[in-house]
């Protein structure tokens, strides 16, 4: 269906439903299989009631389940910025990979593939890298999807998503740093600070996607140089 990248539509899910907002966003997803045929059964169960627009296998290999006018069910309850119902604005691509706690590194044959569907995505939708998100950034209180092990590196390098490098300093935060750390993550686009439990798993869902190994501890002066780094890119808007 799509130029010259190779996509199969071997496999087809009936979850969906019109579209009627335009398209801005890629959201990144795992599968949490061992298997395509164990994801591709989930993706198509009626009962279920969940899809995406593309699946990657880990050869690299890549399906096309829902035609991207139509609004695949993949990131549920969301929020972005002052977007809401993120399944209206954007293209669902999920990853077959056993998921974190496999503490398995993606397939690189996979993640070339990724790249090469972004990089083709992006130009036709004229999609912004801070809008090439994981669900765990816009899920954050119930995702953890790609992973702190999702290369977002690797995808800087072909300008793909937001990844920036910053110094490290692991000095805990004081009230007042830990105060802007809050301000800057909401300005970078996540929401749910709702409360002390929801505002912890926030700050996971950040530091998984741009500071992994500090995944499941609580924030420091690294965290806040990140999150300034980040708003301080132009490409944020
Ligand atoms: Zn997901």
Redesign the pocket.
Known sequence: MICQLNISDKFRSLNFDKRKKKISFIIL?YTETKTLEEAISLLTDQERKVSCHFILDINGKIFNLVDLENRAW?AGESKWKNFKDLNSHSIGIEIVYPGEKSDSMYAKKQIKSLIDLITFLKKKYNIKNNRILG?SDIAPLR?I?PGKFFPWEELDKFSLGIWVKTKKDNTKLNKDEYLKFLINLKKIGYGYFSNKINKKKVIDSFHRHHLPSLTGCPPTKSSLFKSQDILNLKKID
Do not use: A, V, Y
Request: proline fraction near 0%; charged fraction near 40%.
């Open positions: 997803h993949h669900h995702k999807d």
